[in-house]
């Protein structure tokens, strides 16, 4: 649900950040102190808030909002999978490098996926384009239908007998 232009611009902004701090942990309460309300009021202030339809309408246009930039759509999915498959993708590695008297020390290196890595992606981005296809005998022989075929025939001709 879209919010209408004027109930944006009937929200104060006190009650704008009532609507931020709510979404962030849905403790209405809470969201109200954060947001400036008084301690002493604030549980009931935000009762009230969470009654009015302009407040109600505008968490949900700002929540749809949030909830879109945290699903990946299928375009960043192909996006990211290519560049894993074009090794274009670096990777933090912990290595460990002799620094003399028998001692060693830690360090983190970038290094480019492995190639293991950059096959899964090439077989995924090729199943999500239908580029494998596996080849699977349909056909079925079935006794049934050779044995009732038979049966037709005798019948017919008049040379069914008893088995």
Sequence with gaps: MKTENKDIETLTDKQKAF??????????????IRAGYSKKTARQQAQVLLTKLDIQNY???????TEKKKIMDVQEIQERLTALARGEVEE????TENIGDFTSQARVVKKIV?????VKALELLGKANALFIEKVDASVKNDSQD???RYLEEAKHGTLTKK
């Design 19 to 32: 609507c931020l701090e709510y979404l962030l942990d849905f403790n209405a309460t809470q969201a109200a």
């Design 59 to 65: 968490i949900k246009d700002i929540s749809g909002k």
């Design 92 to 95: 933090d590695v912990v290595v």
């Design 114 to 118: 492995g190639a293991k890595d950059q």
């Design 147 to 149: 044995l009732l075929r």
